[in-house]
């Protein structure tokens, strides 16, 4: 079955410094989604990639799809502390149908 | 905007009783799904439902857990007999059209179930 790998599974930065987040496909993946997860909240969706290779910025946010769409990466830059929470991949196979998996998630945890 | 609402928001049961968690995806969507999440773990699936069937289910969805749409508008997640195990945040999702061909998951904010 489809295996979504994500590192790391804990960041701890100081605010000003960059964080990235990356999952890793066993297969490939015809798309995949960003979400973000506050402590005791619910996930929400943040962006979602579909083309080999591509790029998206959100403000200081960034994500990216590998070549062989196998893989990507969601990278912050200068965190502020409201960028603490969980950050997850979700990877489809490509059916509508499909199995969707959350990778484990980073905890980014963001010092003052 | 329009929300999944989930009821109740915490639910305790003793060991081997039923329970039954309500949802109420987005009016204008056709896929709905139960995910579980384990304090600390990460975010796991349990089932996806589309058109009246389920489309996918995982390991952890047995035979102890059903899901049913009753009405036009609620989404069940029924655990039988539950464990100490099942013990969890439930998350309701539903998006426009498959997650799988790109639609977002738009989730509840979950209930906490508590088995004693």
């Known amino acids: 079955g489809q295996q979504v790998m994500q590192i790391p599974q804990y960041q701890h930065v100081q605010e000003g410094e960059d964080f990235t987040t990356y999952c890793n496909s066993s297969t490939t993946l015809s798309n995949i989604q960003w979400y973000k997860q506050r402590p005791g909240g619910h996930p929400v969706f943040l962006i979602q990639l579909v083309k080999s290779g591509e790029v998206k910025k959100q403000k200081r946010l960034t994500f990216q799809f590998g070549e062989a769409k196998k893989n990507s990466s969601l990278h912050i830059t200068a965190t502020q502390t409201t960028d603490v929470g969980t950050y997850f991949c979700?990877?489809?196979?490509?059916?509508?149908?499909?199995?969707?998996?959350f990778g484990q998630g980073t905890i980014l945890t963001v010092h003052p | 905007e329009p929300e999944v609402t989930q009821t109740p928001s915490h639910q305790v049961t003793q060991m081997g009783q039923e329970v039954i968690l309500r949802c109420v995806p987005i009016s204008n969507h056709l896929y709905f799904y139960w995910y579980r999440q384990i304090l600390g773990q990460k975010v796991e699936f349990l089932v996806s439902?589309?058109?009246?069937?389920?489309?996918?289910k995982s390991e952890i969805f047995d035979d102890q857990f059903s899901v049913e749409r009753p009405d036009g508008s609620n989404f069940t997640l029924k655990i039988r007999s539950t464990k100490l195990e099942d013990s969890a945040m439930y998350f309701c999702?539903?998006?426009?059209?498959?997650?799988?061909?790109?639609?977002?998951?738009?989730f509840g904010n979950g209930t906490r179930l508590t088995v004693t």
């Open positions: 999702a539903s998006s426009e059209v498959g997650a799988g061909v790109g639609s977002p998951l738009h």
């Open positions: 439902f589309y058109n009246n069937e389920i489309s996918e």
């Open positions: 979700l990877s489809a196979g490509g059916t509508s149908y499909g199995k969707l998996t």
